[in-house]
């Protein structure tokens, strides 16, 4: 069987799309960070970090579905 590098497209700044989304959604949500801190179990520092260093630090799949739960989007909303 012959295989092939396939060519795609990938979108090197995905980490600071998601960083951005999250604080949008969060402030059309009229939630302050420290109350979706406290919702998703995470300190507020880990959120202030998540939203203010766009893209330098990440998050696991389970807090991000915990904050699109929260937020009342949905995940894929984030990636956009």
Do not use: H, P, W
Request: proline share 0%; hydrophobic share 35%; net charge positive.
């Amino acid at each position: 069987m012959t295989s092939f590098k396939r060519d795609f497209k990938f979108n090197n700044n995905i980490k600071e799309n998601i960083s951005k989304n999250i604080k949008k959604y969060r402030l059309l949500s009229g939630i302050t960070q420290e109350q979706l801190a406290l919702d998703v179990g995470k300190s507020y520092d880990f959120i202030r970090r998540l939203e203010f260093k766009k893209g330098e630090i990440g998050c696991s799949i389970d807090t991000l579905y915990k904050i699109s739960v929260v937020l009342n989007t949905r995940i894929d909303k984030f990636f956009e």
